[in-house]
Every structure is written in structure tokens, then in C-alpha cells.
């Protein structure tokens, strides 16, 4: 039914996977997303701070954009998928974790599917006139579900 056309857009490389595209052929069974494993392809890092309001959500917010826009991520159309693909793992890391509105920091990624895990992390460093300055750390983890060169 589908003949599995390769993307060697990478194959060779020391990345090991390359993308799969379905096309017509009357032999084979088709392979779906779930059949594929989710390969990690980058990892950017950010670092931002709330310097009066203790606010760890707007101190998350900026690691984020610190980590982000630094970049232009083409992943998904280096691999032939659509940016929507993108399996996009956020860890935070901030000193009071149930502070954090993880949903919030959602709406700063145009695509992708987003999870974001808030984890005890970062500093908050005193100041002698009132609430400490809040440092949060991100990590952003891009991956994309792709099928192992054999």
C-alpha cells in the first residue's frame, strides 16, 4: 500500500536517523508516528531574572526568550515534518517551583507540542530592601518522533 521514501537529509551523519516520507506502493504496510521513536536532535539553554517582584513565572518567561531567541529552529523542515511535530520538553528550574504558572509560559512557543516540568532550581538571592531577586534556569529540548537508519 506505501513504500517508505527516505529523506537523507542527515543519513551518514553521526545523527543516525533520518526523516521518513509515505508514498504510494501497494506492498507495504503503512508506518505511522507512534511507530517511530522521539529522538532528542537539540537542546538550548536560558537564563532569566525577576528583579524586585519575585515573580518566578516573568523570571521563567525571560529564560525562555533567552534561550529561543538566540536561535531560528528549522528542525521539523530539515526532516520533512510540519513544525507542529516539534515535541518540545521545557524543564525550569526556580526555587519555589509551585510558584510557577507552567501553563502561562506555554503561549511564548509559536508551535510544537509543549510540556513544561518545573523542578527546584535557580536562585533567589537576598536584597536588604525587600523581596530577593529570582533567578530561573531553562533547558528546551526539541525532539521529533523519527525512525532509526538501519
Same mark, same amino acid.
Given at each position: 500500500m506505501y513504500d517508505i521514501a527516505d529523506s537523507d537529509i542527515f543519513q551518514g551523519s553521526s545523527h543516525g536517523y533520518r526523516s521518513k516520507l509515505l508514498t504510494n506502493d501497494s506492498e507495504q504496510t503503512p508506518k505511522t508516528e507512534t511507530d517511530m521513536p522521539k529522538t532528542r536532535l537539540l537542546t538550548e539553554f536560558g537564563q532569566g531574572?525577576?528583579?524586585?517582584r519575585q515573580? @518566578?513565572? &516573568?523570571?521563567?518567561?525571560?529564560?525562555?526568550q533567552d534561550a529561543l531567541w538566540h536561535n531560528s529552529i528549522n528542525l521539523a523542515e530539515l526532516f520533512g515534518k510540519d513544525k507542529d511535530a516539534m515535541i518540545i520538553d521545557v524543564e525550569v528550574g526556580v526555587q519555589q517551583p509551585d510558584q510557577l504558572d507552567t501553563?502561562?509560559?506555554?503561549?511564548?512557543?509559536? @508551535?510544537? &507540542?509543549i510540556s513544561i516540568n518545573a523542578t527546584k532550581g535557580g536562585l533567589d538571592i537576598p536584597r536588604p530592601d525587600g523581596n530577593p531577586t529570582v533567578i530561573a534556569t531553562v533547558a528546551i529540548n526539541v525532539s521529533l518522533d523519527l525512525e532509526p537508519v538501519t
Open positions: 531574572a525577576s528583579l524586585r515573580d @518566578y513565572t &516573568q523570571a521563567a518567561r525571560r529564560a525562555l501553563e502561562t509560559l506555554k503561549d511564548i512557543f509559536p @508551535y510544537g &507540542q
